[in-house]
């Protein structure tokens, strides 16, 4: 007897792939709403950063998002318009003028980091989206901005001396702070990271400050014995920052005193925020930032998350 029928396993094999590709036509109709709200108040800045901004940033960080053919294809696309949502939220060069002058730098100034860190433009973006990659001439040409936008005065022989005066103070550890201020999860000011380890300095060019980080005797033990992937429990860094001024010689001196912020590591006990419990005093009198809101620490975490390979800290320690 003969058949045209083909054999069975065929049939099987056919019916198979027709109902993967309706439902793979089927999805696409399954599309969240991308809208393009109107740009209230765009990104100003010189045509060549903003050029660079608007390649490798704007498709998910302003509301002139524009999509491709190949974007618009289910899954994809789910993944696309759950990260412009995302992006828009954290940052939106189109409603640029919501933020004061200060936090517009202050965004500048992270968004370099992030780009340095490999964070930003995310990586699975710029494996199809080539063009969108900041290459390290764009990163100078970014860079210069920010440093450009920082107008260095030479500060005179009273504020240098007002500085010094506050410097010895500070160093002499005499603020006199009756109660320990404390953040509002819980982590109170440490006096004593005065008597740690200097781990390194930096200059933030973006904000004229100097910073010197340091470490409690866990943390300056663990960089000695090289274990520091992930860092110990106990270990604990100050960050202290302070204003910069310059002499008529161009000779660096400490300004006031700005900051000094903490990361203490305990990866149970601060489990919910990258095992480090983060905190910040602000001005002599040592303001808890954040006030009574403990998702200041979210800012914290957000920063310090493409150092996540290195267990959230920036600091590569000298080695001694
Ligand atoms: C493909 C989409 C995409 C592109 C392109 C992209 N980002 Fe992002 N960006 C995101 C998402 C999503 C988030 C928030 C989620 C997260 O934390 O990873 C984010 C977060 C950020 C943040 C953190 C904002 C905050 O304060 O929390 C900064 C800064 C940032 N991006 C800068 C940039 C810069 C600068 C570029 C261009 C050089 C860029 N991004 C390109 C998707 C993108
Ligand atoms: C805008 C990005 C950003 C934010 C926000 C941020 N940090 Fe950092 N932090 C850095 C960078 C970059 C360094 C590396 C040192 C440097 O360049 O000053 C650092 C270093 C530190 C260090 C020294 C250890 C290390 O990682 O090198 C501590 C402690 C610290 N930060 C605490 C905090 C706390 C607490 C908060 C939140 C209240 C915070 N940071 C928010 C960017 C940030």
Redesign the pocket.
Known sequence: MRTNRKPLYQRKAFIIIMILFLGFVGIQFVRPDVPNPPVTGDLEVPADVKAIVQRACYDCHSNNTNLRWYDKIVPVYWGVASHIKDGRADLNFSEWNKLAPADQK?KL??SI?QIISGAMPLPSYTAVHTEAKVSPADLAVLKNYLASMVHNKPADTAAINAADKQYQHWEKNETAIAKLPTAANGIAYIPDYKNWQPIST?E?FDNNTL?V?FGNDIAVKAIKENNIHPWPNGAI???VAWAQLQDKDGTTHTGEFKQV???IKDDKKYASTYGWG???FKTPKMVP?GGANVL??N??M???KP?AAEDF???LPIKH
Request: charged share 25%.
């Open positions: 202050a100034w992270e980091n930096t933030r910073r980080i860094f100050a960050k912020e903490y990361m983060w905190a910040r930032y200041f620490t800012e914290c957000n920063c310090h150092m800290v920036f600091t």
